[in-house]
C-alpha cells in the first residue's frame, strides 16, 4: 500500500498544472486497469492527458457506450502523455491498462479529459 501511495503522489505532481475538467480518474493500472465513465455533450476538441508510473508502458484507449474502441494510444510510463482529440455526444468509457513485461502490482496512473481550450498554448 505505500508503494501504491508514492506512486500516486508523483503522478498528481506531474499533473499538478492539469485541469481536472470534463473528468478523471486515478488508481492502480495493473488487474484490469483503471477506467471511468463519462458524457460529453457536445462535439469539441479536447486533451487527453495521462501519466503512469511502475509499468514499462500503459495503454489507453476511449470506447463508446456500445464499447466500440474509438481511439488508442500506447505510452511509455515515465512521461506525461497528451493528446487533442475530437470527441463526439455521447458517453464514453475511458481505460488506462499497464502494458509490458515486468509491471509491478502497485503500477499506478491517472487520466483527465479537458475541453482543449482550458490550456494556454504552453500546456501540456
Known amino acids: 500500500m505505500a ?3 508514492r506512486n500516486m503522489a508523483t503522478l498528481e505532481m506531474a ?8 473528468a478523471g480518474a486515478a488508481g492502480g493500472i495493473s488487474d484490469g486497469g483503471l477506467a471511468f465513465t463519462t458524457n460529453v455533450t457536445g462535439t469539441a476538441t479536447h486533451k487527453v492527458t495521462a501519466a503512469c508510473i511502475g509499468a ?17 494510444f500506447t505510452t511509455p510510463c515515465g512521461e506525461l ?9 455521447g458517453t464514453l468509457i475511458v481505460r488506462l491498462v499497464a502494458v509490458g513485461d515486468g509491471y509491478l502490482q502497485a503500477a499506478s496512473g491517472v ?3 479537458n475541453e482543449a481550450a482550458a490550456f494556454p498554448s504552453s500546456q501540456p
Do not use: Q
Not at 499533473?15 to 470534463?22: A, S, T
Open 3 to 5: 508503494e501504491i501511495n
Open 15 to 22: 499533473m499538478v498544472e492539469v485541469p481536472f475538467g470534463l
Open 56 to 72: 514499462p508502458g500503459a495503454k489507453l484507449s476511449i470506447s463508446s457506450a456500445s464499447s466500440n474502441t474509438l481511439l488508442e
Open 81 to 89: 502523455f497528451s493528446r487533442d482529440v475530437e470527441l463526439r455526444p
Open 111 to 113: 487520466m483527465r479529459i
